[in-house]
């Protein structure tokens, strides 16, 4: 008699979330495969999907019970989960009863499920008083965030992975989708295969795996996206390869666009990229010929002091062009993690609300603290990731909790960070691992449910 048992999930991993099958036999042993009747995979996973098993079977290293330092100076020792609990809550309220609820933080995860995120986002802005609540999806996502408000009005990703089999030109732009988004990536390359005719060009200073299936790679010097889309732009304009009914039914200041894209010549633009001409006008008569063109996008655009002006000026090609809002096309965003969409959905970020409502609004804020049943939310949005670890540093915020987030390892200036850590009141982690670097700086460590062993939701880069 056959006992295994098989169960649908998700990936933990990256933003694509394939859907997987778990079976458990008898011995509770777990091995994973491919949902084949799941449609952002359709049965196919990568290297880090297939070996999920032993990721949930590995019990070397996890955190099995609270633990707790009574001073600074003591090592952690294990504790019930009612001290733990008893502990937590009398020390943040002590700190937030003496320095104000701006005197506390939370820092969580794109790893989280969105319930989680809504219950820690209510928890803090809706309860505490305070909108110090951000994200590691932060360090990746929020250029794009603020990209879409700015350009589409809105923080939507405006297109699904059925659209790639659509297209017929793909710009990658910062991103290398065949090491990262594995799976996303089988299904451009099998549409490239049966249809030689689509084009796909590149814009990376390295020369990566993505690279090999292009037909142009834009080797740019590093930080010069702006430039390159602006040329684009310019050379999309002049060639007339522009959709004027488009720009003029749906879009605003096309000739503020205009400008920016004509502050240099083709000639300086691709001087300054260091790249030829040639591909510039190259990348443009793609764009401009293609019929259904979509751009996508990660981190190299993402990560940077001027993201959002990158996301931007990227965004407005598929407006120019009026490559949005219709089957085949539009700006795609591949998100890192497995649930930065949903978190960015129930407003997990320092400056963002749930149900995409604008914290800036009055009106919005009084709806979801109404909706909630607790204190007024504030109107100026709290620290964010980075901001945290500054505030710890320089002692205005007191007590900080970290979930599912390793940032002494995933910050930038991780120097900074561990002084801020050892500088703080009060630490919480709560994770699944004594191997997360940051558990050390923990004053209450407590264990955490991990992938498999909890139930809930993730969205996609698709927003599935």
Request: aromatic share 8%.
């Given at each position: 008699?056959?006992?295994?048992?098989?169960?649908k999930?998700?990936?933990?991993y990256?933003g694509?979330?394939c859907?997987?099958?778990?079976?458990?036999?008898?011995?509770?042993?777990?091995?994973?495969?491919?949902n084949?009747?799941?449609?952002?995979?359709?049965?196919?996973?990568?290297?880090?999907?297939?070996?999920?098993?032993?990721?949930?079977?590995?019990?070397?290293?996890?955190?099995?019970?609270?633990?707790?330092?009574?001073s600074?100076?003591?090592?952690?020792?294990r504790?019930s989960?009612?001290?733990?609990?008893?502990?937590?809550?009398a020390?943040?309220?002590?700190?937030?009863?003496?320095?104000?609820?701006?005197?506390?933080?939370?820092?969580?995860?794109?790893?989280?499920?969105?319930?989680e995120?809504?219950?820690?986002n209510?928890?803090?802005?809706?309860?505490?008083?305070?909108?110090?609540?951000d994200?590691?999806?932060?360090?990746c996502?929020s250029?794009?965030v603020?990209g879409?408000?700015?350009?589409?009005?809105?923080?939507s990703?405006?297109?699904?992975?059925?659209?790639?089999?659509?297209a017929?030109?793909?710009?990658i732009?910062?991103?290398n989708p065949?090491?990262?988004h594995p799976?996303?990536y089988r299904?451009?390359?099998?549409?490239?295969?049966?249809?030689?005719?689509?084009k796909?060009?590149?814009?990376?200073?390295r020369k990566?795996?993505t690279?090999?299936?292009?037909?142009?790679?834009?080797?740019?010097?590093?930080?010069?996206?702006?430039?390159?889309?602006n040329a684009?732009?310019r050379?999309?304009?002049?060639?007339?390869?522009?959709?004027?009914?488009?720009?003029?039914?749906?879009?605003?200041?096309?000739?503020?666009c205009?400008e920016?894209?004509?502050?240099?010549?083709?000639k300086?633009?691709?001087k300054?990229?260091?790249?030829?001409?040639?591909?510039?006008?190259?990348?443009?008569e793609?764009i401009?010929?293609?019929?259904?063109?979509i751009?996508?996008?990660?981190?190299?655009?993402?990560?940077?002091?001027?993201?959002?002006?990158?996301?931007?000026?990227?965004?407005?090609?598929?407006l120019?062009?009026?490559?949005?809002?219709?089957?085949?096309?539009?700006?795609?965003?591949?998100?890192g993690?497995?649930?930065?969409?949903?978190?960015?959905e129930?407003?997990?970020?320092?400056?963002?609300?749930?149900?995409?409502?604008?914290l800036?609004?009055?009106?919005?804020?009084?709806?979801?603290s109404?909706?909630?049943?607790?204190?007024?939310?504030?109107a100026?949005p709290?620290?964010?990731?980075?901001?945290?670890?500054?505030?710890?540093?320089?002692?205005?915020?007191?007590?900080?909790?970290?979930?599912?987030?390793?940032?002494?390892?995933?910050?930038?200036?991780?120097?900074?960070?561990?002084?801020?850590?050892?500088?703080?009141?009060f630490?919480?982690?709560?994770?699944i691992?004594?191997n997360?670097?940051?558990?050390?700086?923990?004053?209450?460590l407590?264990?955490?449910?991990?992938?498999?062993?909890?139930?809930?939701?993730?969205?996609?880069?698709?927003?599935?």
């Amino acid at each position: 008699m056959n006992s295994t048992k098989t169960h649908k999930t998700i990936c933990s991993y990256c933003g694509v979330g394939c859907g997987m099958l778990v079976d458990v036999d008898a011995k509770g042993t777990i091995s994973v495969d491919g949902n084949p009747d799941y449609p952002s995979n359709k049965g196919m996973l990568c290297t880090k999907g297939r070996n999920l098993n032993y990721v949930a079977q590995d019990t070397t290293d996890r955190i099995l019970y609270p633990e707790m330092k009574w001073s600074r100076n003591h090592p952690l020792q294990r504790v019930s989960w009612d001290a733990a609990f008893e502990r937590a809550a009398a020390v943040f309220k002590s700190i937030i009863a003496k320095h104000g609820p701006d005197s506390v933080g939370f820092y969580v995860s794109g790893q989280c499920l969105t319930e989680e995120y809504y219950l820690i986002n209510k928890l803090t802005k809706g309860f505490i008083g305070t909108n110090n609540i951000d994200t590691n999806s932060r360090l990746c996502m929020s250029s794009a965030v603020v990209g879409y408000k700015k350009t589409l009005g809105e923080d939507s990703v405006p297109i699904c992975y059925e659209d790639i089999e659509l297209a017929d030109c793909f710009l990658i732009a910062g991103a290398n989708p065949a090491w990262c988004h594995p799976i996303l990536y089988r299904r451009l390359e099998k549409h490239k295969e049966e249809n030689p005719q689509v084009k796909v060009i590149v814009v990376d200073p390295r020369k990566t795996q993505t690279c090999a299936g292009a037909d142009l790679h834009l080797q740019i010097l590093p930080g010069t996206d702006v430039i390159l889309f602006n040329a684009i732009a310019r050379r999309l304009i002049d060639k007339r390869k522009i959709d004027v009914a488009f720009i003029k039914k749906h879009t605003a200041n096309f000739e503020a666009c205009k400008e920016m894209a004509y502050t240099l010549t083709l000639k300086e633009a691709a001087k300054k990229c260091g790249i030829p001409v040639a591909d510039i006008r190259k990348a443009a008569e793609y764009i401009g010929n293609a019929k259904k063109f979509i751009s996508m996008w990660t981190m190299g655009l993402n990560q940077s002091v001027i993201g959002v002006a990158k996301n931007v000026s990227l965004l407005n090609l598929s407006l120019l062009t009026g490559q949005i809002g219709k089957p085949g096309s539009g700006p795609f965003s591949l998100t890192g993690q497995p649930n930065a969409m949903g978190g960015r959905e129930v407003g997990g970020m320092a400056s963002l609300l749930a149900a995409h409502k604008n914290l800036g609004n009055p009106k919005h804020r009084k709806e979801v603290s109404d909706f909630w049943g607790g204190g007024e939310i504030q109107a100026e949005p709290g620290y964010t990731a980075t901001e945290m670890f500054d505030a710890l540093d320089e002692g205005k915020l007191k007590a900080i909790w970290i979930i599912c987030t390793n940032p002494a390892v995933s910050m930038p200036n991780v120097k900074k960070v561990e002084r801020a850590l050892k500088k703080a009141k009060f630490v919480v982690v709560q994770d699944i691992s004594h191997n997360s670097e940051t558990t050390k700086f923990a004053d209450l460590l407590l264990p955490a449910a991990g992938w498999l062993e909890k139930e809930g939701t993730m969205t996609n880069s698709e927003r599935r």
